[in-house]
């Protein structure tokens, strides 16, 4: 290797490190999964390393692109995934604690990735970069080699989608805090009565198993009462798991370990008047836990 490619090579993998976190997060936000996101970094990687940064005006816009276009090429084979799964498919779980870097914690919560699941990926990825990153309509188009015109009906009908099935609640996180630490002692309090009162009439249990744990059923469970009756029973059969609060996805969750490691995280969705819990989403499956931190003392 001579040494302008020794530099050119430098110089490349500076300004990669530089938009790692960006790309990280958009790309997740578009498919929902650490691994798959990991792998369009690395392509995005091959892809940007190849290429002689002196032609290029803009790198962020350049990495962007190639990283956009690479997740979009991977919703076909994440969709089939996704439909031989057993039982429901949840996000997967991203820490966003202090040690986190910033731009990860812009990543959206599970509750509002699992809305995003219903969009088509042309209308994800406009929504991510509209909503999530405020990418200018103009700027989107280029990326992914629509017209503006067309990028603004996608955006339309991704926020309509939305909307219709998350409506906006300002809800403090303090609050979200608050009252994911009641639902938290209610449960592993064994304290039924404490529990439902907490539970929205039209609550639903979500379980991510994926057919590799023991924590949570095959189906989602609707009602406050059959809800409330499950989590009590649930946690009675795994009390010598040790439960941690943390952040997931940017808000507040609880994360259930073993001895070997997390089983399960527990994320809590408040439904709109911000004081019931509308949805309890739980992930179980040990490959979508890999990346959380076993960050107990001792």
């Given at each position: 290797?001579?040494?302008?490619?020794?530099?050119?090579?430098?110089?490349?993998?500076a300004v990669f490190a530089d938009h790692r976190e960006l790309l990280f997060s958009i790309v997740y936000?578009?498919?929902?999964?650490?691994?798959?996101?990991?792998?369009?970094?690395?392509?995005?990687?091959?892809?940007?390393?190849?290429?002689?940064?002196?032609?290029?005006?803009?790198?962020?816009?350049?990495?962007?692109?190639?990283?956009?276009?690479?997740?979009?090429?991977?919703?076909?084979?994440?969709?089939?995934?996704?439909?031989?799964?057993?039982?429901?498919?949840?996000?997967?779980?991203?820490?966003?604690?202090?040690?986190?870097?910033?731009?990860?914690?812009?990543?959206?919560?599970?509750?509002?990735?699992?809305?995003?699941?219903?969009?088509?990926?042309?209308?994800?990825?406009?929504?991510?970069?509209?909503?999530?990153?405020?990418?200018?309509?103009?700027?989107?188009?280029?990326?992914?080699?629509?017209?503006?015109?067309?990028?603004?009906?996608?955006?339309?009908?991704?926020?309509?989608?939305?909307?219709?099935?998350?409506?906006?609640?300002?809800?403090?996180?303090?609050?979200?805090?608050?009252?994911?630490?009641?639902?938290?002692?209610?449960?592993?309090?064994?304290?039924?009565?404490?529990?439902?009162?907490?539970?929205?009439?039209?609550?639903?249990?979500?379980?991510?198993?994926?057919?590799?744990?023991?924590?949570?059923?095959?189906?989602?469970?609707?009602?406050?009462?059959?809800?409330?009756?499950?989590?009590?029973?649930?946690?009675?059969?795994?009390?010598?798991?040790?439960?941690?609060?943390?952040?997931?996805?940017?808000?507040?969750?609880?994360?259930?370990?073993?001895?070997?490691?997390?089983?399960?995280?527990?994320?809590?969705?408040?439904?709109?008047?911000?004081?019931?819990?509308?949805?309890?989403?739980?992930?179980?499956?040990?490959?979508?836990?890999?990346?959380?931190?076993?960050?107990?003392?001792?």
């Open positions: 290797m001579t040494m302008s490619g020794a530099k050119q090579e430098d110089r490349a993998s936000n578009m498919l929902g999964t650490v691994g798959d996101t990991e792998d369009v970094l690395q392509e995005t990687w091959l892809a940007w390393s190849a290429k002689d940064l002196e032609q290029i005006d803009s790198h962020r816009a350049y990495l962007v692109r190639i990283a956009v276009n690479q997740a979009l090429a991977h919703q076909s084979a994440l969709r089939r995934r996704k439909e031989t799964y057993l039982g429901p498919w949840l996000p997967e779980p991203l820490a966003t604690d202090a040690a986190e870097p910033a731009v990860r914690a812009e990543s959206v919560s599970i509750a509002m990735l699992v809305v995003l699941e219903t969009l088509t990926p042309l209308e994800r990825a406009v929504f991510v970069l509209h909503e999530v990153f405020a990418y200018r309509h103009t700027e989107i188009a280029a990326m992914i080699d629509r017209s503006p015109a067309a990028v603004r009906q996608l955006a339309h009908r991704a926020r309509e989608h939305v909307q219709a099935r998350r409506p906006k609640a300002r809800i403090d996180r303090r609050t979200h805090q608050a009252v994911t630490e009641r639902f938290v002692a209610a449960a592993f309090g064994g304290d039924l009565g404490a529990l439902i009162e907490l539970l929205a009439p039209d609550v639903t249990l979500w379980p991510d198993g994926g057919g590799k744990s023991a924590v949570g059923g095959p189906r989602p469970i609707h009602g406050r009462d059959k809800v409330a009756r499950t989590i009590v029973a649930g946690t009675r059969h795994n009390e010598n798991l040790e439960l941690r609060h943390r952040h997931v996805n940017g808000e507040p969750s609880v994360v259930l370990f073993s001895e070997e490691g997390p089983v399960a995280v527990m994320v809590l969705a408040l439904a709109a008047d911000g004081e019931h819990v509308g949805d309890v989403y739980v992930v179980s499956n040990p490959d979508k836990l890999a990346t959380i931190p076993d960050d107990r003392e001792g």
